[in-house]
């Protein structure tokens, strides 16, 4: 267990940057849940992510699945912005953030790298559609992120945690349950 997400700032592993890119094709935006008690709700049709999402007592879950450890987080980032119901203006341009992330381990990482992009949507009002994964250990990250404003946001989640969190190896790939607080 990790006491939680791992600290940002000057001197940290972590960095990032802006750099305005040409629109790229975005797909339908999940829906937001409505029910108080959610159904498994696998991702939507055309998009790249492997996620559903699963019933929690309190705050919101995502059964996350990838083949490969890449697919798995870039899912999980997507799956993310679904349960928020984000979506950027088609207007506005495009941007796209390169993430380098540190962590001791696989669990660790995938949190950093999902709050990460939060803090992105709480401080600036980005929402991200699109990600690719560069590099890739069990201990390091280097990504993109690309999307824009965000016109809607139907739930902001605070963070994510680390409760029951454990990144497993199976006969498809890896898959993991991320626990968001709501």
Request: charged share 25%; hydrophobic share 30%.
């Amino acid at each position: 267990p990790h006491p939680g997400p791992l600290p940002r700032g000057e001197g940290e592993a972590s960095k990032w940057h802006d750099s305005l890119t040409p629109a790229l094709s975005q797909g339908e935006r999940g829906k937001h849940r409505s029910g108080m008690t959610p159904s498994p709700r696998p991702s939507p049709k055309g998009r790249g992510g492997n996620y559903e999402e699963v019933p929690h007592t309190a705050d919101w879950a995502l059964r996350v699945r990838g083949a490969t450890l890449a697919e798995l987080f870039a899912s999980a980032a997507e799956g993310m912005y679904m349960l928020q119901g984000g979506r950027p203006s088609d207007s506005s341009p495009r941007i796209t953030r390169t993430v380098t992330l540190e962590a001791p381990d696989t669990e660790s990482l995938l949190v950093a790298w999902l709050n990460e992009l939060l803090y992105f949507t709480e401080s600036d009002g980005q929402v991200f559609t699109e990600f690719g994964v560069n590099a890739l250990t069990d201990t390091h990250i280097e990504a993109q992120a690309t999307g824009g404003p965000a016109t809607e946001l139907n739930k902001q989640i605070k963070a994510v945690t680390f409760h029951n969190l454990k990144v497993e190896r199976t006969d498809e790939g890896f898959e993991t349950t991320i626990v968001f607080d709501v």
